[in-house]
């Protein structure tokens, strides 16, 4: 790994323009550094010392890797792979006057004011058919801009700095070309599309897409000495590239997993959201293969295990230091946050909360905490979702930023490779000072 942590996560962002793009990166990456990859929907043959990885629908990915002697407890990392965005509708395309605009969607809680005037992509996945019947999902993506979302002058809205309130059904269709010259319908989209990708739909014919809006603006240094990053969807793609740096860091003598959940952002209520089966059915698997297979043995092994729900924290903006508790306003640049809240909105717990501080001790990294104030509300994330469903002791904990589920994001330089040291401290622990 000769490219700072840095280039190794802009990369990341600039190739992840969906969940689905996101998995196969991370898959990418996996099988560079000698994963196995394994069907759900065949048998696995999992082999002390072994390193595996597996998807859900796409946009969701579990990798672990074995020790060669008995599994006595699993490090987990989890995140999720999924941001707000812009969805195109099942039937987008809408003729208005001389252009072509595709209507659509609010994907999540999006701050929806930084779309506008934004160079806007078009990635998500397709469904294709063959003449014979045979389908295959396809990966897409625009790689270049293809779209925007205009605001009105404020010549013709003289009340448009005033706090008003945006309208997606009829203010933010995305304005794709000229009528006449652009796609008007999802086939001639989809071929563009393929086209970019130096792909043709030949004789196959498209069933079903899912796709969206991205903003195409590469990630970047930020500030007058670099110490800020800002890019799409660091919320929680950050997670994601660190999490996945400390599996591949790791020195292979412990049990560690990588959990990339989809559909966080609107409930995880998916096949491969934290609501779904995915990490239950792998560790069932695990267990079966190099457990005592038994259900008590399972049992011992959940509580013998920890998760680590990683998922960026709200820093203390320079412009609205009222937004936070005084006690509590993470800092960016300041290492990694412990998040806190009396209503299980996150699962920390004061032993999984002294094992990280404990970690971040012994590596070196500074270590912040939050809590929200008291007449505010608070954001939740896969932490006690997976926490309720497995029994594990589980931590949440993220990086800082600013403008959280805006279009274009921004962080501390130096917090990505204090989180993957802690993360690295975590996967070496072994058993017996895990909790």
Excluded at 185 to 199: F, K, M, P, R, S
Excluded at 342 to 369: E, H, I, W
Excluded at 397 to 418: C, F, K, N
Aim: net charge negative.
């Amino acid at each position: 790994m000769s490219r700072s942590v840095l280039e190794r996560l802009f990369d990341f962002l600039d190739h992840a323009h969906t969940s689905w793009h996101a998995a196969a990166r991370m898959a990418h990456h996996l099988r560079q550094a000698g994963y196995i990859a394994l069907d759900e929907r065949a048998v696995w043959g999992l082999e002390p010392g072994g390193r595996y990885y597996t998807t859900r629908d796409d946009g969701a990915l579990i990798a672990f890797q074995l020790p060669k002697g008995a599994v006595k407890a699993i490090r987990m990392i989890g995140a999720h792979t999924d941001s707000p965005h812009l969805r195109l509708k099942p039937s987008p395309f809408i003729i208005t006057r001389d252009w072509i605009a595709l209507g659509i969607e609010v994907y999540g809680g999006a701050l929806l004011a930084p779309w506008f005037d934004r160079d806007l992509g078009i990635a998500g996945r397709v469904l294709l058919a063959s003449p014979e019947g045979k389908c295959e999902t396809l990966l897409v993506d625009s790689l270049r801009p293809v779209a925007v979302v205009p605001s009105l002058a404020i010549h013709l809205d003289r009340e448009a700095n005033k706090g008003k309130t945006l309208n997606p059904q009829t203010q933010m269709n995305a304005i794709l070309g000229r009528a006449g010259n652009a796609p008007r319908d999802i086939t001639a989209l989809v071929e563009q599309l393929l086209a970019a990708q130096g792909e043709s739909l030949g004789e196959r014919r498209v069933i079903e897409f899912e796709l969206g809006l991205y903003d195409c603006q590469p990630a970047a240094r930020v500030g007058i000495n670099g110490e800020l990053f800002a890019s799409a969807r660091l919320d929680n793609l950050l997670s994601c590239f660190c999490g996945l740096e400390a599996l591949l860091q790791s020195d292979g003598e412990q049990a560690v997993m990588f959990v990339a959940n989809d559909h966080e952002e609107v409930g995880s209520g998916s096949p491969g959201g934290a609501q779904g089966t995915f990490l239950d059915d792998v560790l069932t698997r695990i267990h079966a293969a190099v457990g005592d297979g038994t259900p008590e043995g399972r049992i011992r092994l959940i509580q013998h295990s920890c998760m680590i729900s990683c998922d960026n924290a709200h820093g203390l903006h320079p412009n609205f230091l009222d937004r936070h508790d005084a006690g509590h306003a993470p800092a960016l640049n300041g290492g990694p946050v412990i998040k806190y809240n009396a209503n299980q909105r996150y699962a920390t717990a004061s032993r999984t909360a002294g094992l990280f501080k404990q970690l971040c001790a012994k590596a070196g990294v500074p270590v912040q905490a939050f809590s929200t104030r008291a007449d505010m509300g608070c954001g939740s994330t896969i932490g006690p979702l997976t926490a309720t469903a497995l029994g594990i002791a589980t931590l949440d904990v993220g990086l800082p930023q600013w403008a959280m589920h805006s279009i274009r994001e921004t962080a501390g330089s130096e917090d990505p490779a204090y989180l993957i040291k802690a993360l690295v401290e975590y996967c070496n622990t072994p058993d017996e000072t895990l909790l």
